[in-house]
């Protein structure tokens, strides 16, 4: 098998949890507390959970006390600390690898050695910007420009505005009347103006000083106009960015003592964050302690290192994802595309009236009626429903990959086989394609030692760009920063321009979206861009056609092509604003978005699926799914190991909820109590094999090894 036109770059990231994958073994009450007493997992509790952490100090302290929830509780936070490599506060961890042509060897060092950056929490922040825009001497000397999803339609402006109710956003559509005074104001502000220079711009013999102070007052209060300290997730740190705008001392004491954070991993005293807590109190600004502090842990390693002959492997299983994939078009495309040309033919149309709920064709008709218009109130004259759908949101296409897929399934079935195997002669048949992949995606696996080669389990292949999921810590370090830099440079293209989308859709989400500058222009929509004005692309400016059976967006102030590219994994999907859905589904137009392995609908009503294997390349790791009236049998340990071997499942598994995996051992008594309580009440389960039953992990520290998930960037 020849690898195709793709390949690696040089270096990686790899992401651990804190704790080895020995942690769990002979799990007890005694070692909870021996784990739950270090500073270190006792730290990472309180960043999680101050409340938690409280009643976990009474439990390691009272031997009176007695809290069984409790217990299990923290067994769930230590088995997330040893098992799952998401990044999350003092849990898991980020380093950056190269390929070579050196042997492989990955050794961690001690976690005192690591770095961490710690921010504020995002919703704090946007509600501390809305305490300051309302003090007059700031406001005052701030700088204003329009809502940048304010467009026009005949006489009338229309923008989205936002309110929270009980701190979750809420976007609303809002129609106020075009006037002359709206447009001057508008006009400008379009390069951002203080709010003396607007009221001059609209004073007559007819309006006084008054008048037109109230009146910007009230643009500004209804979102038409935007403060230079309104929220963004793109650029430096934006409690930086608040006191660079406002000037107001004790922001800059604030981001001292959160620095001050950082000079540690890890503190055996957690008075530092106390100090900081006093001191938001004072300010009278709500917030949750659970929240407030957002923390990334670097790992640094004594080496960190993959034999080239590894990237040669995940390419081959690339391949045979390749040729097994289920290539499906984007059905909320396909659908608007064709709305789109019956509506407008090969008429080009501005983007903002394309998508308007009333006077254009919308977008996802799972949200209509969501997101409808309402009027602003008419003094302005100067004088969020969430819908489901019953419909999948990809629909299989039934050929000779499924057919395969099945006749492999059913023959492992019938001989209570319990791994596929996929060899070069069962493949020959299936074609692959490399033209509709996008120039750059990401790869990710685990990687385990083998007898003479490792062995690597595939789980995650596809995305629009390889930075997708690379964004969020570029603030971490300059090595990430590095890679980003080298994915936007391969995706790069002659004749259009990849704009970076810039969305704030709820406060605390910004907490995982704000990242670093990612390239040279930015779609900013409800969120500010802080590039300069011309390296801004607003939705104002972008025009719509399909041509060829292609949607093409283009600016009419580059006339440029715009494809949109978004450097983070946030599911926009669930949203109901039609035009961040659009933009970011934009990002898979004629591509093939993911080349996971799928069993297909035809095999959907089956409790146990094989493990898939090519080679020593895992493509699907095995599972069982359940539903409720199975669960309810499951009362006690007695039960449950009857369960188990009804159905083969091993003493240890991985209970999954989307990507989060919560370790299960059956032979412990403690582990068997966390997994009744887990699946109580629940429809449905799917368990997932734990590999480390069978092969060991490829990274190291001394004596122990640590669970891991690389992710490689693969381009044309």
Known sequence: MNPKPHSLLEKYIVRTPILSNEVLTDISSEKIKE???????????????PELHAEMQKYLTDKD???????????KYISRMSHRCTPFGLFASISVGQINDKATTIELNDVDQYK???????????????ELENVTEIRNNLLYSPNNSLYKIGHKYRYVEYKYKNSIRHHYMVAIDASLYIEKVLKLAKKGAKIKDLIEAIITPEISFADAESFINDLIDNQILLSSISPTVSGDDYLDHIYQNTGVPWLKDIKKLVNQLDQKVFHE????????????????????????FQTDLIATTKSNELDKAISKDIQKGVIVLNKLANRIRNPKLES?????????????????????VEAGIGYDQNHKGAFDVCPLIDDLILSNTNHSSDQPYYKFNLGKTDSLIYEKFMEAKASSTFEIEFNDNDLKDLKESWNDLPTTFPIMCTIFEGNETPIISLFDTGGPSASYLLGRFSHTCTDVKEIINEIVKKEQKEDRILAEIVHLPESRTGNILYRNPIRKHEIAYLAKSNLPEEQQIHISDLWISVQNETILLRSEKLN???????????????????????????????????????????????TFFPRVRYNTIILSAAQWHFKEKELKQLQNQDSII????????????????????????????ISCKMFLSEIKNKKSIVLKENLYNEFDSSVKKGNHSYNNEFIFSLYQ
């Open 560 to 606: 440029q092509y715009i494809e949109p590219r978004m450097a983070n994994a946030h599911s926009y999907e669930d949203t109901p604003l039609p035009i961040y859905q659009f933009l970011g589904d934009m990002q898979t137009q004629n591509v093939c978005n993911t080349l996971n392995f799928t069993w297909g609908p035809n095999l959907a009503d089956q």
């Open 269 to 292: 005293d957690l008075g530092s964050y106390q100090t900081i807590i006093e001191l938001l109190n004072q300010l009278e600004i709500p917030f949750n302690k659970k929240f407030l």
């Open 116 to 130: 961490r950056t710690t921010r504020l929490d995002m919703n704090y922040l946007c509600s501390l910007v809305q």
């Open 336 to 356: 608007f595309k064709k709305a789109f040309l019956d509506r407008y033919e090969d008429e080009e149309v501005p983007l903002s009236v394309a998508l308007d």
């Open 642 to 669: 009857k369960w188990q071997k009804r159905n083969n499942i091993p003493s240890v598994f991985l209970l999954t909820d989307h990507d989060n995996e919560l370790v299960i051992n059956l032979e412990n008594e």
């Open 35 to 49: 784990i739950c007493n270090t500073p270190l997992v006792s730290e990472a509790i309180f960043l999680t959970s």
């Open 65 to 75: 006390y007695d809290n069984p929830k409790l217990e299990l509780s923290l067994l």
